[in-house]
């Protein structure tokens, strides 16, 4: 059975679905941008704000943006560098390190103990990306379980950022993450995408844990998902035996990735209120790509127009659940992610308040 229509317009059911995102790993960014020491990004996480630092250790920390004395933000948002290897607070001026301890000389006019600290995070990098997760969380790992085989037989490790954009939507994060997780919409919603990787060729894959799976064979013809459905000599980023196929993957609840013969894209879905979602929209492209011949405009091109309608449409669903006081159908069996994403979602629900 589809999710109760309140489940996507009910303020008080979203503050429930922040409690458990606030429980989980959740994607924040690619290990590029603090390969110094001293940088830092600074995001909302499932209505926290969070920054994640490269110290003067070389190793990565984490921790919530609020001062010790009266909890002013530190950070800016964004990406951004520290070249003193500390941050002042911009209120009174409390200075704490990288590893977000408080300067041992100004904790006594403060009241705070010696080596008090801003709450920690924890932080994982796999694959180039940066996840992080409450202090008391497992493991990445142990709470991710397996991973797509076809991460581990991509060149990851050579990701390179083509391009990053940030877009709103009018519509309920979870609109977003199913949406993804069918293709059955392609012919009606993505013509242009229908003629280079058809719906009917389409599967779903299990994968036990977190990650939920799927499957698109390119057309015959097709080198790539671009407008021209060209590669244009970009080097491959997927396996050998996987450059005829998209692989897509949802590591649950709120990064979607769809790894193409020669490029991966990222989606990172930022749920805001019941009825606005930020998604974080990024092309990485193989290292090697970046040359004077690269020509990335036909990916870029068919991605703008893509995203614009699948935006289009769960906007348009919010709508239809906002304004029609109905139930929603039942599904149909080519909407077997969907019910897979449905089913990870109730279960982390149950674990929370
Ligand atoms: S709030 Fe940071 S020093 Fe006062
Ligand atoms: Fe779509």
């Known amino acids: 059975m589809p999710l109760p229509r309140a489940w996507y317009l009910e303020e008080a059911h979203f503050a429930r679905e922040l409690r458990m995102l606030q429980q989980r790993w959740l994607m924040v960014g690619h290990s590029s941008d603090l390969k110094l020491p001293g940088a830092y990004l600074c995001t909302q996480v499932a209505g926290r704000r969070i920054v994640v630092v490269r110290t003067a250790k070389l190793e990565l920390a984490a921790f919530y943006d609020g001062c010790l004395h009266r909890r002013t933000a530190l950070f800016d948002e964004g990406c951004g560098r520290k070249l003193e290897l500390s941050v002042t607070c911009p209120y009174h001026g409390l200075r704490f390190d990288l590893d977000g301890v408080v300067d041992g000389s100004m904790a006594a006019a403060f009241n705070l103990e010696a080596g008090s600290r801003l709450p920690p995070v924890r932080v994982a990098e796999r694959w180039g990306f940066l996840f992080v997760a409450p202090i008391d969380a497992l493991d990445f790992d142990a709470a991710v379980g397996p991973v797509p085989p076809w991460f581990e037989r991509a060149e990851l490790a050579m990701l390179r950022r083509g391009r990053a954009q940030t877009y709103e939507v009018k519509a309920n994060w979870k609109l977003c993450v199913q949406n993804f997780q ?172």
């Open 182 to 353: 069918e293709s059955h919409h392609f012919r009606w919603v993505h013509p242009a995408l229908e003629q280079l990787s058809p719906a009917r060729e389409s599967t779903s894959v299990s994968l036990g844990g977190q990650f939920l799976g799927g499957t698109m064979e390119l057309a015959q013809g097709v080198e790539t998902v671009a407008s021209n459905g060209q590669r244009e000599g970009r080097p491959f980023l997927a396996a050998a035996s996987d450059r005829r196929t998209v692989f897509d993957a949802l590591l649950f609840p709120c990064w979607m990735t769809s790894l193409q013969p020669d490029y991966l894209l990222s989606y990172r879905i930022e749920p805001r209120s019941a009825g606005q979602t930020r998604i974080c929209a990024e092309i990485y492209f193989h290292g090697a790509a970046f040359h004077k011949s690269f020509s990335p405009t036909a990916v870029y091109d068919f991605w703008d127009r893509t995203n614009a309608e699948d935006r289009r449409i769960v906007e348009l669903q919010q709508l239809g659940l906002a304004g029609a006081p109905f139930e929603p159908g039942p599904y149909v069996s080519s909407e077997d992610g969907v019910v897979a994403f449905d089913a990870l979602l109730e279960s982390a629900l149950s674990e929370v308040a």
